[in-house]
Each structure stands twice: as C-alpha cells, then as structure tokens.
C-alpha cells in the first residue's frame, strides 16, 4: 500500500491542505502515483488517526477552514521504514501488447489507428515531462533531493522515450505485413512443426 507513504512524502516536502496534496498529485506525484481527490482525503483520516500527521493550529478556527497536515515523527520513521524495505518488481501488465498477440492469430483490424493514437499520447507526455526538466531542474540543481527527484523524473522520460520509439517502430511494422486480417494464410493450430520442439521448448519465435 504506497498511497500513504506518498502523502506522508508530499507532507515532508511540504505542509499542506488537502485540497493542495490533489492538486500536487494532478501535477507532479500522480505521473507515477495517482489517487482521487476522496482517496487523499480518506488517506489523510487515516495517517492522522494513526498519529503519522496532525493537522497544524490555526490562528483563528472557522468553520470550513482547510486544515494542513504537517507529518509527526512516527509518520517520519514509518516513512523511512518503508523506503528501506525490499520489494520485488511487479509482474507486467498491458492490454495493447496482449492484443497484438491476439492479432496475430485473429487480424490487426482496426488496431494500427489505435497504435496511432498512442503513440500520440505518449509524445505528448514525453514533450510535458522534457518541459517539466527544462523548468525545474536547470544546470546547478545539484542538491541531494534535487538530484533523486531528477532521477524520477527522468524514468518517467526514458519510458515515454520507449515507448514512442517502438510505437513508431510497430507502426513501420504494420506497413510491411499487408492485410493481416485473420485470414487462412495465419498458422493455425496444426502448423506446429516449428512451434514447440517434442521437449516443450518454445518455438523459435519466442512465444510461449
């Protein structure tokens, strides 16, 4: 469970209302963490009732009054727990991979537009994040946090750099296979020659 680490993270670097932490996760954290405007708040009930922050003391209480959260030292300690633990990559997931390998035995009708589209969105983000470097962290930036957010910062540009350069490059693909529409010319089910050897290895394709 990381989205009360981030909060706790975003409460370190800045005291702030709820209303502020979604606005930071709209712009910075939620690129690679996002939550909901009721999750940060359902969160920040949480962290406050386990004594990891506390709302900081107004001058003047008035009904309606944003609160802002500053983070106590069991909030500290937990954070830093939880930044020294192990984890284990996840296993990886995407929808558009799992339909090319679909279309390569029922036809990519269709899918070359959508390929489009993402690759769109990615250069998109990719031209947002070189922004965002451009602005936040010009030559001289050269703290400790200032270099670790850079570093987050930039596998958040070398993904979106992969992935406009192999959309581009199934893109080129598509444009060499012709009409790959699920037709009798696809290997079926009885083609197995050259699929799997009689040990059960996987075919000299690669799949499985």
Avoid: C, N
Avoid at 32 to 56: K, N, V
Avoid at 79 to 89: E, G, H, M, V
Avoid at 95 to 101: E, F
Wanted: cysteine-free.
């Amino acid at each position: 469970m990381s989205l009360p680490h981030a909060i706790l993270t975003a409460l370190l670097e800045k005291p702030s209302s709820g209303l502020e932490l979604t606005r930071r996760f709209d712009r910075s954290i939620g690129y690679f963490w996002s939550a909901t405007h009721q999750q940060i708040y359902r969160e920040l009930g949480r962290l406050e009732a386990d004594g990891h922050i506390r709302a900081l003391p107004t001058a003047q209480p008035a009904r309606g009054q944003r609160k802002s959260y500053e983070v106590l030292e069991a909030g500290r300690a937990e954070l830093a727990r939880w930044t020294a633990a192990s984890q284990d990559p996840k296993p990886y997931r995407d929808a558009l991979l799992l339909r090319l390998r679909a279309a390569a035995v029922v036809g990519g009708t269709g899918i070359e537009p959508d390929l489009r589209r993402h690759l769109d969105l990615h250069q998109r983000q990719l031209a947002e994040y070189e922004a965002i470097e451009k602005r936040d962290f010009p030559p001289g930036r050269d703290t400790p946090q200032d270099r670790l957010q850079h570093l987050v910062l930039r596998a958040g540009i070398d993904l979106e750099t992969f992935w406009t350069q192999w959309l581009s490059h199934a893109l080129t693909e598509f444009t060499h296979l012709g009409d790959l529409d699920g037709s009798d010319d696809l290997p079926g089910p009885d083609d197995s020659d050259d699929v799997a050897d009689p040990d059960g290895h996987d075919g000299p394709d690669g799949t499985m």
